[in-house]
């Protein structure tokens, strides 16, 4: 075998056949032998968060707190639509917060009451291929709302400058 992606792919191959096998050696056994607890991945983890906030955010635990987002802009306006705060957090780097938030309003509905309510906002509205995103600009900063999935719709803080 002298084609050197034919080389590559083979060891490729090779390393994944015993990564897998390794892979399957580990079992909830294995866990219980060692002592630990094992969880069915189908269990769902305790949360404080209302019930609404189940489907669209199954990876959240903690009350949010939107107080604790330091690049909320002061003139930032509650949710235009009915709506339940879910999560709050930021990206790695801390540079983007994020609030996360549940809610029967449409992606168009919520969208269309959020470019109504940011009057003072220089308001940007555009599809992104993936749904439609509204960019919202002022002195204090950038926010990005959009809904990445049915029935939640998220608000992205970033810090002016």
């Known amino acids: 075998m002298s084609d050197p992606v034919l080389l590559v792919l083979a060891r490729s191959l090779g ?6 096998g390794a892979l399957s050696a580990c079992t909830a056994d294995t866990d219980a032998a060692a002592g630990r607890a094992s ?5 769902a983890l305790e ?16 009350q949010p707190d939107l107080g604790t987002l330091e690049n ?10 009915p709506s339940t705060l879910c999560e709050t957090s930021t990206t790695l780097d801390d540079t983007v917060e994020v609030a996360g938030y549940a809610t029967d309003a449409g992606e168009a509905a919520m969208l269309d009451a959020y470019e109504q309510a940011l009057t003072g906002y220089d308001v940007v509205r555009e599809d992104t291929g993936a749904g ?15 809904a990445p999935s049915q029935g939640t719709f ?5 810090p002016a400058g």
């Open 132 to 146: 439609e995103k509204l960019t919202a600009t002022s002195a204090g900063g950038t926010v990005e709302v959009m």
């Open 15 to 20: 390393a994944g056949v015993l990564a897998l």
């Open 47 to 62: 949360s404080d968060l209302p019930d609404t906030c189940a489907d669209g955010f199954p990876f959240a635990r903690e």
């Open 39 to 43: 969880v069915p991945a189908t269990e």
């Open 72 to 81: 909320v802009p002061a003139d930032w306006p509650e949710p235009p639509v």
């Open 154 to 158: 998220s608000v992205f803080f970033s």
